[in-house]
Structures are given as C-alpha cells and as structure tokens.
C-alpha cells in the first residue's frame, strides 16, 4: 500500500474514533422548556445532572411565551421536553400539537384529575394560587388582608394591586379561571368583574412572580400570584400575609410533557421517568419548592400542607381550556385592558 493510501486509511481510522467517541457526549444532553424561575427548577436540574450525568440546557419563559415559542419550531423542535409551567399552558400545546403522549412507570399510580387522560402531559406537582398583602400598608390603610375576591374591587386598593398579564403569563390565566369557576362559569359575570378589577389594577407584570419583589418593598399592597412566589418572597424575610379568597381558585398542577419530534427522546423519556420517582419528587420539599407532590408517599413541607387545608380549589376541564385559552385571552385583551 502506498504511504498515500496508508495515511488515507489512517485518516478515516481517527476521524471514525473521534466520531464515536464524540456522539455519545452528545447525546447526553436534554433541552427544556421551563415556566418555573431558576431558583426552583435550577436545583431539581442539577440533582438529575449529578445522577446521570446527562446535562440539562434550559430556558426560562413565561407560560405563554413557552407555548408560543415552541409552537413556532413545531417544524424543528428545539426543546426536547416541556417542563413545570400550569396544566393549562400545556392543555394548549396538546391542542397544538407540539407534545405527545408518554407514560413513565409510575403513570398509574397518579390521580386522573392530575393528568391528561391520554397522557399528552402529566402534573409534576400542585399548586395554588393566593393573594400576597404587604403587612405594613394594609395596616396604614386600616384594612385586613382580602379573603375574597371581592375584597379586591374596594376602592382603599385602587392602584394597589399588581397581577400578571394574560398575553404573556400563565398565571394569569390561572388567575382568570380562578374568576370564572368561582362565578359558577358565567363567562360574562367573569369579564364583568375583571373590568371592575382592572381599575383597581397599579401593574399587570410580564410573569407571575413579577408582583413579588414590589409588594415585599410596599410599592404595592396586593399581589395575585402563586404559592411558591409568596413562600419565596417571606424566606427573603418581606413581611407579607398569605390569604386565600373564600370563593375559591382554580385547581392548579404544574406538568411535564414530551415535545413531539423531540431530537434527545431517548434521554428525554429518562428524564420523565425520573421526573415520577420518589427520588425526584422528594426534592420538591427538600428544596422549598412549596408544592405539593403528586407521588404517593412523597415528602411534604409542613408549611405548604398546612396552608392548602385553607384553600378552597376549584376543578378544572383542561381540554375546555386548551381549547378557549386563546379566546379568552383575546377577550381578556379587547375588553378589560383596551384602556
């Protein structure tokens, strides 16, 4: 053989070594979407991380950001899973067709009303929503902490209440479903109470969490968020009162679902797998997450349990949600902020 066609040889020898060497490194890799802030998925990510040593590339988006951008790269999915954003947001993605159906193991062992009956998507946890009150200026202004959604129309809030905004936040759809059930699903009686809320309404803030910070420093006295934000926002040491309002709010589960034509589907499915096991649902105590796990005999924050024996929680048709979010969007849109 000629030294060219040895070094040909060779060549092809080093690059097919390389190849094999490099591929599985590549594949040990895992693309997420996530709604949740860093400060609660982080964690959850890097312990999957430390036990597998598969990587986890995540993005942070606010619900409906998350479902609009993936919908977007329906053609070439980016991500490979979608990751703890509300039951609705992933009602809608089903209804988009950008995720598909998926049962890890533990499937079974779920409550029905914690997952898509065909399995599209499937809750991590549950949360709730609540009304976070500044300590402080409810006290300068006389008033006790609301325990009704009604309490939020007295004109003493005017300009002091912040609260996500639909377009882009799935708390605020959370929010506005909240309304809807517990007006006994009168759709117009809804609308007509988020006019009246609106003119009370200081901020509507890009993501769910968004009211925290400026409820914690008393530039605002009420904020409409979820638990986990407000449990945050106390640890921090902002003096805040939790309520819940009386009526009630819509039953909320944080979900996990495989993106349809996901480019890591094996590591993905893995990742879900392990998503369900005790292992993973432990962490959301043991990382003051502040929700309640969906794996029997989870651990459970006593905080947390003690809190959602006070709320009152609305059932929700999810498949009747990913079908109207966009509308009801639209209408929240052109009727309640269209000053």
């Known amino acids: 053989m000629s030294v060219k066609g040895w070094c040909i040889r060779l060549a092809a020898l080093v690059g097919a070594l390389l190849a094999a060497s490099v591929a599985p490194a590549a594949a040990q890799t895992i693309n997420v979407y996530t709604a949740w802030p860093e400060s609660l998925s982080q964690p959850i990510f890097k312990a999957y991380t430390a036990k597998t040593g598969v990587q986890i590339n995540f993005l942070r988006l606010s619900t409906g950001e998350l479902v609009a951008r993936a919908t977007a ?17 992933f009602a809608a993605a089903k209804e988009a067709g950008i995720i598909e159906p998926y049962r890890p193991p533990t499937w079974n062992l779920i409550s029905a009303e914690l997952k898509d009956r065909e399995a599209y998507y499937t809750a991590v946890s549950k949360n709730t929503l609540v009304f976070m009150s500044n300590t402080k200026l409810l006290k300068e202004k006389g008033l006790k902490p609301p325990t009704s959604w009604n309490d939020l129309l007295d004109p003493a809030y005017k300009g002091q209440i912040q609260t996500a905004d639909a377009r882009t936040s799935g708390t ?19 609308f007509d109470y988020q006019k009246k809320l609106h003119k009370n309404v200081q901020v509507y803030t890009k993501s769910g969490g968004g009211c925290t910070v400026p409820v914690g420093l008393g530039q605002t006295m009420v904020c409409v968020a979820h638990m986990p934000d407000a449990m945050e926002a106390k640890k921090k040491g902002y003096d805040l009162v939790v309520t819940f309002p009386k009526e009630g709010v819509a039953a909320v589960i944080e979900a996990i679902a495989l993106v349809k034509g996901a480019k890591h589907r094996d590591q993905a499915t893995k990742f879900i797998d392990w998503t369900f096991s005790k292992e993973m649902q432990d962490l959301l105590d043991k990382n003051d997450v502040y929700m309640l796990p969906v794996l029997p005999g989870a651990s459970i924050d006593t905080n947390v349990q003690s809190l959602m024996r006070e709320a009152k929680l609305l059932p929700v048709d999810l498949d009747w949600v990913g079908k109207n979010r966009k509308r009801l969007v639209e209408r929240w849109v052109n009727e309640t902020i269209k000053d």
Request: hydrophobic residues 35%; aromatic residues 12%; proline residues 6%.
């Open 172 to 190: 605020a759809l959370t929010r506005m479903l909240s309304i809807y059930y517990a007006f006994g699903k009168d759709e117009e009686k809804a």
């Open 73 to 89: 790269e329906k053609s070439n999915p980016r991500a490979d899973v979608i990751w703890g954003a509300p039951g609705d947001g």
